[in-house]
């Protein structure tokens, strides 16, 4: 059975910082690419940061030089560091699973950030 479970979504005031963690299992995690995306209310989810499996990074312009992904393959988890935190990062933050080459695909079930101002 996949999962991939998230925590450290929180309340944190403007310019404040988080550090969310995803930790998976059931998946070969080596192969996989992982990702954050989130989703505001009322808006599509959008890729926030992604990590290839060879630790290549590529992350949205928003949060580019504030937010930093990264990944421990010994614990299987991936972690976005986020900083300089503004209210429009307040969302539900989703870890996301891809082996493109085996057609796998699989979510968290999401973590709530809100900003407050």
């Known amino acids: 059975q996949v999962q991939l479970v998230e925590s450290g979504g929180d309340l944190v005031q403007a310019g404040g910082s988080l550090r969310l963690s995803c930790a998976a299992s059931g998946i070969t995690f080596t192969v996989y690419a992982m990702a954050w995306y989130r989703q505001a209310p009322g808006k599509q989810r959008e890729l926030v940061a992604s990590i290839s499996s060879f630790s290549s990074t590529n992350y949205a312009d928003s949060v580019e030089g504030r937010f930093t992904i990264s990944r421990d393959n010994a614990k299987n988890t991936v972690y976005l560091q986020m900083s300089s935190l503004k209210p429009e990062d307040t969302a539900v933050y989703y870890c996301?699973?891809?082996?493109?080459?085996?057609?796998?695909?699989?979510w968290g079930q999401g973590t709530q950030v809100t900003v407050s101002s």
């Open positions: 996301n699973a891809e082996w493109k080459r085996g057609g796998r695909n699989f």
